[in-house]
Nanobody, 124 residues
């Protein structure tokens, strides 16, 4: 049974940086994409960044392009989200998830396995 554990969240001021980690325990061979999602209070969960298992395919939501970077360390079975130039609108619970299909998607409903999340708060 694969489990995902996110870490690295916290509270920062506008313009600050955080690096989120998502470590997977167990065999993830059947999964093809890793994704980072976020959910602000009262809002729907949205896709932030997605990376293929071999890191060949990467996609970001428009609001984070140029500020966030997703990366994958296969040896550690871990995915990272480097977040720079953070804004108050980046505040939310950040979740890591895995997708088993071979098509790239950023829709939360297309992902099969989820972590518990890590909170990110950006103050102005």
């Amino acid at each position: 049974q694969v489990q995902l554990v996110e870490s690295g969240g916290g509270s920062v001021q506008t313009g600050g940086s955080l690096r989120l980690s998502c470590a997977a325990s167990g065999h993830t061979y059947s999964y093809t994409f890793w994704g980072w999602f976020r959910q602000a209070p009262g809002q729907e969960r949205e896709g932030v960044a997605v990376i293929s298992d071999g890191s060949a395919a990467i996609k970001y939501t428009d609001s984070v392009k140029g500020r966030f970077t997703i990366s994958r360390d296969s040896a550690k079975n871990t995915v990272y989200l480097q977040m720079n130039s953070l804004k108050p609108e980046d505040t939310g619970m950040y979740y890591c998830a895995l997708r088993s299909s071979y098509t790239l998607s950023m829709r939360p409903t297309d992902f099969d396995l989820w972590g518990q999340g890590t909170q990110v708060t950006v103050s102005s």
